[in-house]
Nanobody, 122 residues
Framework: QVQLVESGGGLVQAGGSLRLSCAAS????????KGWFRQAPSKEREFVAA????????NYADSVKGRFTISRDNTKNTVYLQMNSLQPEDTAVYYC???????????????WGQGTQVTVSS
């Protein structure tokens, strides 16, 4: 069974850091592009970051460039999102996704996790 499970969310003060993890089950997902999206209340789901299978290519939303870093460990079939200098506007449910390209469009990703809540207090 193919599954993506996120962890690492929580409550943090502005300026703080969190690291999200996304563990994938099923060898079929091992070679996929992995990405992170987020959705704040009453807002559309938006792209955050993506990483190629090898890790050699990454793609970031302008809003997180220089603050967030995506990485992956293929031996553990896990992708990470290191989030630094968090701000209240980063508050959202963060979703892990697997797809075929480094695109920023949610429809490019065919597999999704259940999400993990990140709350940044001011």
């Amino acid at each position: 069974q193919v599954q993506l499970v996120e962890s690492g969310g929580g409550l943090v003060q502005a300026g703080g850091s969190l690291r999200l993890s996304c563990a994938a089950s099923g060898r079929a997902l091992r070679s996929y592009v992995k990405g992170w999206f987020r959705q704040a209340p009453s807002k559309e789901r938006e792209f955050v970051a993506a990483i190629s299978w090898s890790g050699s290519s990454t793609n970031y939303a302008d809003s997180v460039k220089g603050r967030f870093t995506i990485s992956r460990d293929n031996t553990k079939n896990t992708v990470y999102l290191q989030m630094n200098s968090l701000q209240p506007e980063d508050t959202a449910v963060y979703y892990c996704a697997a797809g075929a390209s480094l695109g920023q469009v949610a429809s490019s990703y065919g597999y999704w996790g259940q999400g993990t809540q990140v709350t940044v207090s001011s």
